[in-house]
């Protein structure tokens, strides 16, 4: 906006100039008028991969199904990389693994969405492995109340149980390599790489990140 500035002349009171002055916001940032803009880092489709720099949001695509998500499930996630020699550490004990995991991993921040009968299956699963970690507690206390050997199996049956209950329940994204900040992803189904809307805002070229 502009304001006007009038002043008389010390010859006349008759007389007047009339000036024109930008106004200017005295606590604005030097660069709030630059038009410079911060550039998003965008998705691109390798294969059955996904490749991104953080932070990455993907198109409101259900990542399994491919269907619409406006109406299903949102998820802001950060995916970690761990390069595969740390596990090498193993040999000095599990805690240098677990210390220079934290030390060296690369953080990826990534948006996605399921639409709402994906998600409703992924409630579903979770219910499953909730009921089967409390039936595992239970079948511990009766197993050393009975001492019972039968008993026993059934808990080492559902603790493994338990544990690819977990694992399918985990995180939907694997970061899978690391190269100059881009990261390559795996969890996406077909449906979703091959979906118009996916593919209309991946980008291309090898300089494109």
């Not at 579903?124 to 970690?133: D, E, F, H, M, T």
Request: aromatic share 10%; hydrophobic share 45%.
């Amino acid at each position: 906006m502009l304001f006007l500035h009038r002043a008389q002349s010390s010859e006349s009171m008759d007389s007047d100039e009339t000036y024109i002055v930008p106004e200017i916001n005295p606590f604005a940032s030097p660069m709030a008028d630059s038009g410079v803009g911060t550039q998003e880092s965008g998705y691109r489709i390798q294969g059955n991969k996904l490749e991104a720099r953080t932070p990455v949001q993907l198109p409101k695509v259900c990542i399994h199904c491919g269907e619409d998500a406006n109406q299903g499930r949102s998820f802001a996630r950060t995916i970690y990389w761990t390069p595969p020699w740390i596990f090498l550490l193993l040999l000095a004990g599990p805690i240098f693994v677990i210390i220079g995991s934290m030390l060296v991993r690369k953080p990826l921040k990534i948006d996605y969405a399921l639409c709402q009968a994906c998600n409703g299956r992924r409630k579903i699963r979770l219910a499953a492995v909730s009921l089967i970690w409390l039936a595992l507690l239970g079948c511990m206390i009766w197993a050393l109340a009975w001492e019972s050997g039968v008993l026993g199996l059934l808990c080492l049956f559902l603790f493994l149980a338990g544990i690819v209950g977990l694992i399918l329940c985990g995180e939907h994204f694997k970061a899978t390599s690391h190269s100059s900040g881009v990261f390559q992803l795996a969890g996406a189904k077909a449906p979703f790489l091959e979906h118009p809307l996916v593919l209309r805002h991946s980008v291309d070229g090898e300089d494109a990140f």
